[in-house]
């Protein structure tokens, strides 16, 4: 097993990699990347098109996360309007791999999700 930081080459390594994990954790990578600070890389991570599916849809699992917290109105996570709308953003535009990761979201989560998408 490989362990990684978040930053661009850790992600860069976690994203083509199954034996990768986020600072060596294969549980709860997506609670691990869910922190306003990593939205950026997060986003240009699943834009990638090459990135394994399974690594792409925790990604998405990290996202939905972001805006449950922020509906939800939980402290520390100060989502802006606009990183709420460019979540969504990234969401629509991967439908598909978000679809595709709702077995692996919680009833609360999955709802928002297709929210989101409109589904």
């Known amino acids: 097993m490989k362990s990684i930081q978040i930053d661009e080459a850790g992600l860069a390594l976690w994203i083509m990699d199954r034996k990768a994990h986020v600072w ?3 549980q709860d990578e997506e609670s ?5 600070d990593h939205l950026p890389l ?6 990638r098109d090459d990135g394994l599916l399974a690594k792409r849809q925790t990604l998405v699992h990290a996202l939905v996360l972001m805006l ?4 939800d109105g939980e402290e ?3 989502l802006s ?3 709420v709308q460019r979540i969504e953003a990234a969401l629509v535009r991967h439908r598909d791999v978000a679809l595709s990761a709702c077995g692996e979201l919680g009833p609360d989560e999955e709802a928002l ?7």
């Not at 691990?32 to 306003?36: I, K, N, P, S, T």
């Not at 449950?68 to 509906?71: E, L, P, Q, T």
């Open 24 to 26: 060596g954790c294969e």
């Open 32 to 36: 691990l990347l869910a922190e306003v």
């Open 42 to 47: 997060l986003i240009a991570f699943l834009d």
């Open 68 to 71: 449950s917290c922020h509906h």
């Open 76 to 78: 520390g996570e100060g």
């Open 81 to 83: 309007a606009e990183q």
């Open 113 to 119: 999700l297709r929210r989101v998408l409109g589904a």
